[in-house]
């Protein structure tokens, strides 16, 4: 049984008929859709662009047996039974994988028709239905889904303006130095953004909501909270199933509970580079379903490949490898940061343990693949622009 119908309960099924297991496979989701992919919410489907965002067209899920049922949630698990509440009713298992994600963080007091958050499809298609030309849009949060929604906005002639705590955007994600380039890049697309600014309350008025600040109010006609994601932890911590801020899981993506694993945002993965971590990559998902699904079959399988994602923002994408905070010995830039055109390369011990680039999607793979590969490579080749990375190898 797979409880929570996103991209990593997909990938886990698909990967359980994939692998040869011709047993019972029920998927149960609480939204009313299919599994769909969730980073366009912010980008292509906001922006009425994307025709489509299933996972799998619709026939494929009869087509493997895999019985997908949507709309309903599960209420309660009883471990040493090995059965779960599915619509009232219990429903035995011989393994379990919880993929439940999480919800959008509420902050207190900010609701409204014209409050919104963003985590599902209904999400985004009730935010597109106000973001209409010449209405003002307020953000509160500058992380990727507040930058994002920023920029699609902008693109639909929407005025915009970005309330953000932090020094710069996307500061915790990517540092002080490139938070500073989105920064400059949001303000020359027209976005109005204010850094530094704590939020103390939202008040409603016949005009849309009003954003009261340490630096005075905000007025506009529809608001964006972007505050970040909750696990949904609350059924399997009660159940016995160890959980901190996320279902604690191995490398393996197996629980502490025998027959019960997790994977997808709501995991607390122990992965074998990083340590404990705790990431929301739609890269990530997919590839801990998939190990989910081999390690229920009791495959001996670990998730040990590196983080990796992406944004796009306006024309500019950013894509990350590794771990942006991981420990280096050695920080080497190829390109220009000021000029929003750059990989930036963190090295280990003569190898490359981290790259995050920007506006340079090639180079970015070649780094990729020398970081996956574990080959040595020198600072001066990666620094040196007329060096192909995709042949750099150690020259000192």
């Known amino acids: ?13 698909a990967t359980l008929r994939a692998e040869g297991f011709d047993g019972e496979v029920l998927l149960v989701g609480d939204e009313p859709d299919a599994p769909y992919e969730r980073p366009p919410l912010s980008k ?19 087509d493997q047996s895999i019985e997908l049922l949507t709309g309903t949630r599960v209420t ?27 919800q959008a963080r509420r902050l207190r007091g ?3 028709e014209r409050v919104h958050h963003l985590r599902t499809r209904a999400d985004s298609d009730r935010l597109r239905a106000q973001l209409v030309p010449g209405e003002r849009l307020v953000v509160l949060g500058a992380g990727f889904v507040g930058c994002e929604v920023a920029a699609t906005a902008r693109s639909l002639g929407v005025d915009v303006t970005v309330l953000e705590m932090a020094g710069s955007p996307l500061e915790r994600a990517l540092g002080p130095e490139i938070g500073g380039v989105f920064a400059g890049i949001h303000r020359d697309a027209g976005v109005d953004l204010r850094c530094g600014v704590r939020v103390d ?10 954003v009261h600040t340490d630096r005075g109010t905000v007025e506009c006609s529809v608001l964006l909270v972007a505050a970040g994601m909750v696990r949904d932890t609350g059924i399997w911590e009660a159940a016995g199933v160890p959980c901190d801020d996320g279902v604690l899981v191995d490398a393996g993506c197996r629980t502490g509970v025998p027959g019960v ?13 990083y340590g404990r971590t705790r990431v929301e990559h739609h890269d990530s998902a997919v590839r801990q379903g998939a190990i989910a699904a081999q390690a229920m079959l009791g495959r001996d399988v670990v998730h040990d490949q590196p983080h990796w994602f992406w944004s796009d923002q306006y024309v500019h994408t950013v894509q990350s490898c590794g771990a942006p905070g991981v420990a280096v010995d050695e920080t080497v830039v190829r390109g220009r940061i000021d000029e929003a055109s750059f990989v930036r390369f963190g090295l280990r011990d003569g190898r490359v343990v ?31 622009e007329s060096v192909d990375l995709r042949r750099a190898g150690v020259r000192r």
Request: aromatic share 4%.
């Open 1 to 13: 049984m797979i409880v929570g119908a996103g991209v990593a309960g997909a990938s886990a099924a």
């Open 44 to 62: 292509a489907w906001l922006s009425g662009q994307a025709p489509s965002i299933e996972v799998h067209p619709p026939e494929f899920y009869a």
């Open 76 to 102: 309660g698990l009883d471990a040493a039974a090995r059965r779960v509440v599915v619509g009232g009713s219990a429903v035995g298992y011989d393994a379990l994988l919880v993929a439940t994600g999480g």
């Open 110 to 112: 900010m609701a409204g």
């Open 201 to 210: 309350a939202v008040s409603a008025a016949d005009s849309g909501p009003v």
């Open 261 to 273: 694993f997790a994977a997808g945002d709501v995991a607390a993965h122990d992965h074998p580079r």
């Open 354 to 384: 981290s790259v995050l680039g920007l506006g340079r999607p090639r180079e970015v793979m070649a780094g990729r693949k020398l970081l996956l590969g574990g080959h040595p490579v020198s600072a001066d080749q990666l620094r040196d």
